[in-house]
Each structure stands twice: as structure tokens, then as C-alpha cells.
């Protein structure tokens, strides 16, 4: 695929196009609080964060979001445990403070449906690096969404994130992608993300019924969803990878 990366600093034109663009997240996802919160605002408060891609048409067809924070100060220092919600929550209180940031942190990478498979996201996750290099930044982290993780909910983050192919790379392949550009594991963010909702929330975000107490594995979710019928409501924590990529 013959494909142009831009920002939204530099084309501010194709915002309604990066923001209609089609995706594949599930809808639970897109119901986290904090990324609710936060998150739509990358691309207008931000822009020069927000790369998209286009292809040889014109169409839009991947975006990726990332944010400037202030790591070594007072009080963070190290990578939060509570991964993609702490680093979007830091990210804008520095924003609206004035704090002049250090590090940069990917949010997201996004493909178009029909342009998965064709090693975007790589292409994506290196004009995001390159982005940061260019504006003065020695180091990208990211609170990695391991991508096949979902198909064990069960197995512990730790487990599952170490786990390597007899070439050393990471079993899976988002991870192994990350790996390629130069990254490394540096911890584990077991709570980056909380989707908390009524019942009849989670039984709209998926089709299930939400009738019986206990873990419920949803279709996506890297971990159990925590369903408690007796008090209306379902929680989903879902940890993430945390790791640095040198510049």
C-alpha cells in the first residue's frame, strides 16, 4: 500500500476524516472514563500528535495518537501502574499547568478494517518515534493493548507478556512488533484501564446477558469482566505492557 503519514497540525483539513474513520475496537473499550474523557482531545488540542495515514485515493486509513507528559518529576519517575488512564490524565494536567514534558507516550494505533494485515501498524509506530525525535524527545513509552491477548483471559499479564519465540522476540505480535522498532518490557501496568458500567450497560456494549456472578469473558477484553448482579454492575480492569522505546 503506497501511503502518505501526516499530522493534524500540518493538515488540519482531514480532521472529519481521521475522526470518521472506521475501527475495529470493541465497544467497551471506548467506554473507559478516563479515555472518555481525554482521549478526543488529542487531535485538537494536541494536533501535532495526531498522525494519519492516507492511501494512494486519498482515504484515510490508520492514525496514531500519542502525548507529551513529564516523567521525571516529583511524584511519577517511573511508569504508572495505572498505564493508559495515568499518562492521558498526566499528559493534559501538564497541558493545563504549563509543565514542560520529557517523554512521549503512544495512546494508540488505529487501522482502517480493510487496511489491517498489511504491516501498518509498523509503519505507524515508526512515524510516531520519528514524530517525538524530531521535536526533541530521547525516548517513547507505551502502555502496550497486547493483541492476541484476548484469546486467554484467564493467563496472567506477567505470563503471557514474557513469553518468546525461539528467536527471542515476543510471542505476540503486537508486542513483537514494538520489540522490532527497538522497545523493551519494562513493566506491567495491571490496571490500565477501568470500564465500569450498570448490567444493562455491558449487556448494550455486548450482547451477553450479565446474569451470574462471577468472571465473565467477554469477546476482546484481555481479562475477565467482574460481574456482580446482586449490586447492578460489571468492572473491567485490563492491564497492559508497559514498554520504553530509546530514540
Not at 122 to 144: H, I, K, Q, Y
Request: a negative charge.
Amino acid at each position: 500500500m503506497d501511503i502518505k503519514v501526516s499530522s493534524l497540525a500540518e493538515r488540519p483539513d482531514r480532521l472529519p476524516a481521521v475522526l470518521g474513520m472506521a475501527d475495529t475496537w470493541p465497544e467497551f473499550v471506548t467506554r473507559d472514563l478516563v479515555g472518555s474523557a481525554h482521549y478526543g482531545r488529542i487531535p485538537t488540542e494536541l494536533p501535532e500528535y495526531a498522525l494519519f495515514a492516507e492511501d494512494e485515493n486519498g482515504q484515510v486509513v490508520a492514525h496514531a495518537y500519542s502525548v507529551p507528559f513529564a516523567l521525571d518529576v516529583d511524584g511519577r519517575r517511573t511508569l504508572p501502574a495505572r498505564g493508559w488512564d495515568q499518562v492521558l490524565a498526566w499528559a493534559f494536567a501538564d497541558l493545563r499547568h504549563g509543565t514542560r514534558p520529557d517523554t512521549v507516550s503512544a495512546v494508540s494505533v488505529t487501522l482502517a478494517p480493510h487496511a489491517q494485515g498489511r504491516g501498518l501498524s509498523a509503519v505507524m509506530l515508526s512515524a510516531m518515534r520519528d514524530a517525538a525525535r524530531a521535536r526533541g524527545f530521547r525516548e517513547v513509552v507505551a502502555p502496550v493493548r497486547p493483541n492476541a491477548k484476548h484469546r486467554e483471559p484467564h493467563t496472567p499479564i506477567a505470563e503471557y507478556a514474557h513469553r518468546v519465540r525461539p528467536d527471542g522476540l515476543p510471542e505476540d505480535p503486537w508486542l513483537r512488533v514494538h520489540a522490532r522498532a527497538g522497545a523493551t518490557i519494562d513493566s506491567i501496568a495491571p490496571a490500565s484501564m477501568t470500564v465500569s458500567g450498570s448490567l444493562e450497560e455491558w449487556r448494550r456494549w455486548t450482547g451477553l446477558p450479565f446474569d451470574t456472578a462471577g468472571d465473565v469473558e467477554v469477546p476482546g477484553a484481555l481479562a475477565p469482566v467482574r460481574c456482580e448482579p446482586e449490586h447492578g454492575y460489571a468492572v473491567y480492569v485490563e492491564p497492559n505492557v508497559w514498554m520504553r522505546h530509546p530514540l
